[in-house]
């Protein structure tokens, strides 16, 4: 029993693909989408408002792209071994993680927002629509706030613990 928990941690290897595999569409879907935004602005006016949403539609996806690729790449690192990549792509635990994700978040939604500025016809519902953003975009800035206070709390109470990463198994063994 104690084998079949301790290589459990390998099942996420089915989360890590599929995360690899969805970022790989959204930056196959996103050079398809800039391929025919180039394609029609070589044909219209490329200052054209529509112009400027499909590119935002563009960027969109390279940045849900990334951010899939960051969280796979970082599930990993977590559970089945070390990676040659930046620091920056890596993460300690799952809180690090969610907060990374919520930094991608953010981004997107502001795309999503100026787009909605560019498509809309209505004042109102994009002022809503904005605060709906900002509200989101608040939360999520103090989630992070608050969680980044929690872990240097929690370092500074206990410096001499150090987190066990998978490679971290591999060694003692």
Not at 29 to 56: C, M, N, W
Not at 87 to 103: G, Q
Not at 117 to 130: C, F, I, P
């Amino acid at each position: 029993m104690k084998w079949l928990l301790e290589n459990s941690r390998y099942l996420s290897i089915i989360g890590i693909l599929s995360l690899l595999l969805g970022a790989l569409a959204a930056l196959v879907q996103g050079a398809y989408k800039l391929y025919r935004t180039i394609e029609t602005a070589i044909h219209e006016d490329p200052k054209s408002d529509s112009t400027l949403v499909a590119l935002f539609g563009c960027l969109d996806n390279f940045l849900v792209a990334t951010a899939l690729i960051v969280i796979s790449v970082s599930l990993y690192e977590l559970f089945i071994g070390r990676l040659e990549v930046p620091d920056w792509m890596l993460v300690r635990n799952l809180e690090e993680l969610k907060a990374k994700f919520s930094y991608v978040v953010i981004p997107v939604m502001a795309v999503k927002f100026v787009q909605n500025v560019l498509e809309s016809k209505n004042a109102l519902e994009t002022l809503y629509y904005g605060a709906g953003v900002a509200l989101v975009i608040a939360s999520l800035t103090a989630f992070n706030y608050v969680s980044e206070k929690e872990r240097e709390a929690e370092y500074e109470r206990h410096p001499e613990e150090e987190e066990t990463r998978a490679a971290d198994l591999k060694n003692n063994n």
